[in-house]
């Protein structure tokens, strides 16, 4: 329910000064006209009540199944599911990274040297041997 607005000024008003209005007339926060609850429709005898539910107690909100994942992996063993970093097929994160250097090191090199060709060799080498390089001091121990 959006809150109501004095009819002189528009200034919004705190639904328990408009229920109140139930009780007698009150003057606008704002410039002093007189409100009555003729103006809003309010009802005699009727509370001041907000539109929000009641906060619920944190103990009915709260999730404690603890791990949502448990008893996915039933057939997995600790073995397997403690390596899904790992990198291996499916997925060879240092081939596909090795790769994509080196094929962005080839393009460039074609387009920054005059022999075309030259250049796109010298550049996939330069930019393979880089990832490579990049790969080994990331996966390095600390």
Request: net charge negative; glycine share 12%.
């Amino acid at each position: 329910m959006a809150p109501q607005q004095c009819p002189n000024c528009g200034r919004f008003l705190r639904n328990a000064l408009v229920q109140g209005l139930a009780d007698g007339p009150a003057p606008c926060p704002g410039c002093g006209t007189e409100l009555t609850a003729d103006t809003f429709g309010v009802a005699a005898g009727t509370d001041p009540a907000s539109v929000r539910p009641p906060d619920l107690p944190p103990a009915e909100v709260r999730d404690d199944r603890g791990d949502v994942l448990t008893g996915w992996d039933v057939d997995a063993d600790a073995e397997e599911l403690a390596g899904w970093r790992d990198d291996r097929a499916p997925f060879p994160t240092d081939a596909l990274a090795v790769a994509s250097s080196a094929a962005g090191g080839a393009l460039l090199g074609a387009i920054l040297l005059r022999r075309r060709i030259v250049g796109a060799l010298l550049g996939g080498i330069l930019g393979a041997l880089v990832a490579g390089i990049v790969r080994q001091l990331w996966r390095a121990p600390d």
